[in-house]
């Protein structure tokens, strides 16, 4: 039968010469004496067959190097240790454990989720991802030291995408309460230009509350953290959202500047390894620059969705469900009921596909030339 250590060192899937180059590195860094690896070899086969058990600086060495607990390693609880401080050691201990392949691995995650958002929507992913969020949240309320600026930095961008998918989901509260954890996480991070960008997400949930004066000054407030800061992609964004709240609350002109400024802003490569999150290449500037038209009624707004929808990667199906809304808006505001219906029934089918519950809403207020409401 298989002791607890040994138990807990095969399912991390560790050999017994990895185990001791960890806990050798591991005091090394605590400054703790330890015998050599040729003596830690016969002592870790004896304190996993239980002929021996471990001492004091030898338990601490292995709850750190496995992220568990006294119990779940079998050893004895410290005498007289308080439950809740022995519950906290535990938690530090787990903390201590991350290291920037461990950020690396969080990282990559959300990078995975971005790309499944984007082709399957919200529905499959944001459980998974408010899990990912809580653990790292949890992670960096107990790590110190020179990973939990890293640590916050993953925390920003879950939480920004959990944001955006809540919204999509038309959940608003769910929504402004990410953000309010990615703009904190931004801060902690140090980064300005996360958390102007978490601070400008945070506005379309104003949009779609219908507070666009409130959103107008957020993105205002918004490109002010960065204060000429940020890089040319960031600030071509940043433009490009003030435009849309500027259209949202009626500013056509202001709007329409706005996106000049983001075309003029614009990186001849518009990518940026430290904002993976940003996408105004290919055709991703002209149909949110189009959204804008067809939010003032502009009759540019059809050429402009029409040349970006044919552009838009195929990768991109919430981004297309998007734009295909904004089409149907923008014809039956030209009064072609034919193509307001056409466009109505393709968002529709791919906003079901996605279960995008804000696309489904913007469809179900759609009113058709004519006066009635799209049943399509």
């Known amino acids: 039968m298989l002791t607890s250590l040994q138990a807990v060192r095969r399912h991390l899937g560790y050999t017994a010469t990895q185990v001791i180059d960890l806990v050798t590195r591991r005091a090394d860094a605590l400054n703790l004496p330890i015998a050599n690896k040729a003596s830690l070899k016969t002592k870790l086969s004896r304190w996993e067959?239980?002929?021996e058990q471990p001492s004091q600086i030898y338990q601490r060495l292995f709850r750190e190097i496995y992220g568990r607990t006294n119990t779940e390693l079998g050893f004895p609880d410290e005498p007289d240790e308080d439950p809740e401080a022995a519950e906290l050691r535990a938690r530090l201990a787990v903390a201590r454990t991350v290291d920037s392949e461990t950020v690396d691995v969080f990282r990559h995650q959300v990078e995975l989720a971005r790309q499944v958002d984007r082709r399957f929507g919200a529905l499959t992913q944001l459980d998974q991802l408010r899990d990912q969020i809580d653990q790292?949240?949890?992670?960096?309320?107990?790590?110190?030291?020179?990973?939990?600026?890293?640590?916050?930095?993953?925390?920003?961008?879950?939480?920004t995408l959990a944001g955006w998918q809540a919204l999509d989901r038309a959940a608003l509260g769910q929504a402004w309460t990410h953000y309010e954890r990615a703009k904190a996480a931004a801060r902690e991070a140090d980064s300005p230009a996360l958390l102007?960008?978490?601070?400008?997400e945070q506005a379309f949930v104003l949009i779609d509350l219908d507070e666009t004066t409130a959103a107008v000054d957020q993105l205002a407030h918004a490109r002010s953290i960065v204060n000429g800061t940020a890089t040319p992609l960031l600030r071509s964004w940043l433009?490009?959202?003030?435009?849309?709240?500027l259209a949202a609350a009626g500013h056509a002109d202001d709007a329409r500047r706005a996106f000049d400024t983001?075309?003029?802003?614009l990186p001849a490569d518009p990518v940026d390894p430290a904002l993976p999150f940003l996408f105004l290449g290919d055709s991703h500037l002209d149909r949110w620059r189009g959204n804008a038209l067809a939010r003032v009624g502009s009759p540019e707004a059809i050429d402009q969705l029409t040349a970006a929808l044919?552009?838009?990667p195929t990768d991109f199906v919430r981004a297309r469900t998007g734009l295909l809304v904004d089409l149907a808006c923008a014809h039956a505001a030209a009064g072609d009921r034919d193509a307001?219906?056409?466009h109505t029934?393709?968002?529709?089918?791919l906003a079901t596909q996605i279960k995008s519950d804000r696309q489904q809403r913007r469809l179900n207020q759609l009113v058709l030339p004519g006066g009635s409401a799209t049943a399509a």
């Not at 433009?239 to 709240?245: C, Y």
């Open 262 to 265: 983001a075309s003029d802003l």
């Open 49 to 51: 067959n239980g002929k």
């Open 340 to 342: 307001a219906l056409t």
């Open 239 to 245: 433009a490009a959202a003030q435009g849309e709240t």
């Open 196 to 200: 102007a960008h978490a601070t400008a």
């Open 345 to 349: 029934r393709q968002a529709r089918r």
């Open 136 to 159: 790292v949240h949890q992670l960096l309320s107990y790590r110190a030291g020179p990973q939990r600026p890293a640590l916050a930095r993953v925390l920003v961008e879950a939480s």
């Open 310 to 312: 044919a552009r838009l």
